[in-house]
């Protein structure tokens, strides 16, 4: 549910899935390497000055320190901000990933119109900003680095020996060796602790940069949990359509409606609007009581789908008040059914498993019965039994995957059912047995269709005008079926009408020909 809220009604993250997967991958493997980066550098930096405080005096070291602290000050301040530059990577990352993602959702469709063109433009425009972006983070990262290098093993070196070789030409108040042999010792000693101390610093300072970088990842990391708290809470932000620019749907958008728990559907004026903000419905009032068969019809874009989103969560309630059962009561077939990855059972048992089938006593020779009924009892030898794993989205035709939706649908023999134009790959007759067989399991239906074929399975209508208004009915299927014909049959003869016309002048025209001669 939090992901689709993400992906649809938030437009703050185009790609939440290259979130989880990657970049909290890079965060939490950058965050593991810093402690171990870090801590022994500091700790080596701690005892390496103790010994040579002992060798060169506290007052060079002092010294050396606050070079060091001068100059990685003067590099910090200079330093690009790489940890944004990650950030901004990740981000282009993901959209090149999402693009490939999209094309392989609809390959098919792309393919028969022949777009590779089009999808090749706009993966080349994704690929060469992600390019550009780490172009130019190179091009910064290589002077930075060989400044930083220079600086790190150059500088903070040949200042290190300059303090170290101060007691073999001076002498130093407070060291006990006078004799040349025992200066020249000392120095040597002295260099060693030093390139050890340098070294430490030097990974504390290469440190600083996996630091930044860790800044970038946790900042994408961040961002996707704040915006995961928020739409959890029904926070969301995404942008607008025209139609809300209005400061009354503006007002409306902010409010929420009270949701019930009933054991009837009903809406009381609940408004219908998109993510987007566009109003499709001001005022929404219907119910749907066990018994009650609802069709609803109406133009694309009025709100039909929207409807059933609201009444399965998916989008919030702005405003009314809505009734309604537990989600288990309420099952929901859409034109193209949704097949799961596993064996041929998992596919009517979805969303249930094995382990929820047992517990309801259902064997698979009850499953059988159950496809029986939609006329498929032959996949289960053709495809190789029940436990039989493939693609089956691919795998069955469209009219094999809605009875396997409706088959889904007498299992699971819900309250409610929505079937959003679910039986237009099947032929009549095993339409007719679907929606006999759903009403004799007592499942109320709710279904959006525009076959006439379906009228006679339902008593009660929901009519979009399109512009904004409905109505709300009892539906006599006969006197529905007798009215349409008529109206087709009208409309038949209103086409034949300019040409009886114009046959009608062209004798006119002959008739005072003949008049003339």
Same mark, same amino acid.
């Given at each position: 549910?939090?992901?689709?809220?993400?992906?649809? @009604?938030?437009?703050?993250?185009?790609?939440?899935?290259?979130?989880?997967?990657?970049?909290?991958?890079?965060?939490?493997?950058?965050?593991?390497?810093?402690?171990?980066?870090?801590?022994?550098?500091?700790?080596?930096?701690?005892?390496?000055?103790?010994?040579?405080?002992?060798?060169?005096?506290?007052?060079?070291?002092?010294?050396?320190?606050?070079?060091?602290?001068?100059?990685?000050?003067?590099?910090?301040?200079?330093?690009?901000?790489?940890?944004?530059?990650?950030?901004? +990577?990740?981000?282009? =990352?993901? %959209?090149?990933? *999402?693009?490939?993602?999209?094309?392989?959702?609809?390959? +098919?469709?792309?393919? @028969?119109? =022949?777009?590779?063109?089009?999808?090749?433009?706009?993966?080349?425009?994704?690929?060469?900003?992600?390019?550009?972006?780490?172009?130019?983070?190179?091009?910064?990262?290589?002077?930075?680095?060989?400044?930083?290098?220079?600086?790190?093993?150059? *500088?903070?070196?040949?200042?290190? @020996?300059?303090?170290?070789?101060?007691?073999?030409?001076?002498?130093?108040?407070?060291?006990?060796?006078?004799?040349?042999?025992?200066?020249?010792?000392?120095?040597?000693?002295?260099?060693?602790? @030093?390139?050890?101390?340098?070294?430490?610093?030097?990974?504390?300072?290469?440190?600083?940069?996996?630091?930044?970088?860790?800044?970038?990842?946790?900042?994408?990391?961040?961002?996707?949990?704040?915006?995961?708290?928020?739409?959890?809470?029904?926070?969301?932000?995404?942008?607008?359509?025209?139609?809300?620019?209005?400061?009354?749907?503006?007002?409306?958008?902010?409010?929420?409606?009270?949701?019930?728990?009933?054991?009837?559907? +009903?809406?009381?004026?609940?408004?219908?609007?998109?993510?987007?903000?566009?109003?499709?419905?001001?005022?929404?009032?219907?119910?749907?009581?066990?018994?009650?068969?609802?069709?609803?019809?109406?133009?694309?874009?009025?709100?039909?789908?929207?409807?059933?989103?609201?009444?399965?969560?998916?989008?919030?309630?702005?405003?009314?008040?809505?009734?309604?059962?537990?989600?288990?009561?309420?099952?929901?077939?859409?034109?193209?059914?949704?097949?799961?990855?596993?064996?041929?059972?998992?596919?009517?048992?979805?969303?249930?498993?094995?382990?929820?089938?047992?517990?309801?006593?259902?064997?698979?020779?009850?499953?059988? %019965?159950?496809?029986?009924?939609?006329?498929?009892?032959?996949?289960? %030898?053709?495809?190789?039994?029940?436990?039989? =794993?493939? =693609?089956?989205?691919?795998?069955?035709?469209?009219?094999?995957?809605?009875?396997?939706?409706?088959?889904?649908?007498?299992?699971?023999?819900?309250?409610?059912?929505?079937?959003?134009?679910?039986?237009?790959?099947?032929?009549?007759?095993?339409?007719?047995?679907?929606?006999?067989?759903?009403?004799?399991?007592?499942?109320?239906?709710?279904?959006?269709?525009?076959?006439?074929?379906?009228?006679?399975?339902?008593?009660?209508?929901?009519?979009?005008?399109?512009?904004?208004?409905?109505?709300?009915?009892?539906?006599?299927?006969?006197?529905?079926?007798?009215?349409?014909?008529?109206?087709?049959?009208?409309?038949?003869?209103?086409?034949?009408?300019?040409?009886?016309?114009?046959?009608?002048?062209?004798?006119?025209?002959?008739?005072?020909?003949?008049?003339?001669?």
């Amino acid at each position: 549910m939090t992901f689709y809220a993400v992906g649809n @009604l938030d437009d703050r993250i185009k790609n939440a899935d290259q979130c989880i997967t990657v970049d909290t991958t890079k965060f939490s493997n950058s965050l593991a390497e810093l402690y171990s980066n870090l801590a022994k550098p500091i700790l080596d930096v701690f005892i390496y000055n103790y010994q040579l405080t002992r060798g060169v005096g506290f007052e060079g070291v002092l010294l050396g320190t606050i070079i060091i602290n001068l100059s990685s000050g003067t590099m910090r301040r200079y330093t690009p901000s790489f940890g944004k530059m990650v950030a901004e +990577e990740q981000r282009l =990352e993901g %959209e090149f990933r *999402f693009g490939h993602s999209r094309l392989i959702e609809n390959a +098919e469709e792309i393919a @028969l119109f =022949e777009g590779q063109h089009v999808e090749k433009s706009a993966l080349d425009r994704s690929y060469y900003a992600l390019i550009k972006h780490v172009n130019r983070v190179f091009r910064l990262r290589v002077p930075h680095g060989m400044l930083e290098d220079f600086v790190i093993k150059y *500088f903070w070196g040949a200042c290190g @020996l300059v303090l170290c070789s101060v007691p073999v030409f001076f002498k130093v108040p407070g060291l006990s060796s006078t004799d040349i042999g025992g200066r020249t010792e000392g120095f040597v000693t002295n260099r060693r602790l @030093l390139m050890s101390s340098s070294d430490a610093v030097g990974r504390i300072m290469y440190a600083y940069k996996e630091v930044t970088e860790l800044a970038g990842y946790t900042s994408r990391v961040t961002d996707l949990l704040d915006v995961f708290e928020d739409v959890k809470a029904g926070r969301y932000q995404k942008r607008l359509v025209s139609s809300a620019s209005t400061e009354d749907n503006a007002k409306q958008l902010e409010g929420r409606g009270k949701i019930n728990q009933s054991e009837n559907i +009903e809406f009381i004026d609940v408004p219908i609007i998109s993510p987007n903000g566009d109003v499709l419905v001001p005022q929404l009032t219907f119910h749907v009581k066990p018994g009650m068969h609802l069709l609803i019809v109406g133009p694309n874009g009025c709100g039909k789908s929207s409807l059933f989103r609201i009444l399965g969560g998916l989008w919030p309630v702005y405003g009314g008040t809505l009734n309604k059962p537990h989600h288990r009561d309420i099952f929901y077939i859409p034109q193209r059914p949704y097949l799961s990855l596993g064996t041929l059972r998992d596919q009517i048992l979805y969303p249930d498993t094995i382990e929820d089938m047992k517990k309801r006593n259902v064997t698979d020779d009850d499953l059988l %019965e159950i496809l029986k009924v939609v006329q498929i009892q032959h996949i289960v %030898e053709r495809e190789g039994g029940w436990d039989t =794993e493939k =693609e089956w989205a691919i795998a069955l035709s469209g009219g094999d995957k809605q009875r396997i939706a409706m088959a889904r649908l007498f299992y699971h023999s819900p309250r409610y059912a929505i079937l959003d134009e679910c039986t237009s790959a099947v032929s009549m007759d095993i339409e007719k047995i679907m929606y006999t067989h759903a009403t004799a399991l007592g499942i109320s239906l709710l279904t959006v269709s525009h076959r006439p074929s379906l009228w006679q399975y339902h008593n009660f209508i929901l009519q979009y005008d399109g512009q904004g208004g409905y109505v709300f009915t009892k539906l006599d299927a006969q006197k529905r079926l007798a009215l349409q014909e008529e109206k087709n049959a009208i409309e038949q003869k209103l086409i034949e009408v300019p040409k009886m016309q114009a046959r009608l002048q062209e004798l006119q025209e002959m008739k005072a020909a003949a008049a003339n001669a």
